[in-house]
């Protein structure tokens, strides 16, 4: 039991050190072999299975992805923004490529439903184009709200015992 408290307490620290919902995301799905599917931390498994590594990561993967699908589309641009801001890429750039290979379609999680999946498409394409073609309009301007500055711990998992 102490194994696995440990384990939750390195992934709400690194989930709670992204800046947005969306960066959670790309974390999260960045441990997923795309190959096997499976979530893997090496640091991790110094404290935990294998297997509940993999468990607490894909559950922690889909609560992101339903945080980031509960985004409008205008927030979402906003974070899209702040992501390609933080790796130092040209936001118009970035975003027709990301149009034309869709890297975003490995941050969905293995299990989620079509809809779903294609609600999540649809969203991040749209807020790519308003960021293409639009990049100046207002709403976009607006501040996002980071999470270091969010008391509420609602978008992380909740462990149960």
């Not at 072999?33 to 499976?38: C, I, N, P, V």
């Not at 749209?126 to 607006?142: M, S």
Request: net charge negative.
């Amino acid at each position: 039991m102490a194994r696995i408290v440990s384990l939750e307490r390195y992934i709400e620290r690194a989930l709670s050190s992204a800046d947005t919902v969306f960066e959670q995301l790309i974390f999260l799905g960045s441990l997923r072999d795309a190959y096997t599917g499976r979530y893997l931390h090496e640091g991790w498994m110094r404290v935990a299975s294998p297997e509940e590594v993999h468990q607490r990561l894909r559950q922690a993967h889909q609560v992101s992805f339903e945080s980031v699908l509960r985004l409008s589309v205008v927030e979402l641009g906003r974070q899209l923004r702040f992501h390609f801001e933080s790796i130092g890429e040209p936001e118009g750039k970035t975003s027709l490529l990301w149009l034309e290979a869709e890297p975003f379609r490995d941050l969905i999680p293995p299990e989620c439903s079509p809809v779903l999946r294609e609600l999540f498409v649809s969203q991040v394409k749209t807020a790519l184009e308003v960021l293409r073609r639009v990049p100046d309009w207002p709403d976009l301007r607006a501040p996002i709200v980071l999470q270091h500055s969010r008391p509420d711990r609602s978008l992380l998992p909740q462990w149960s015992n």
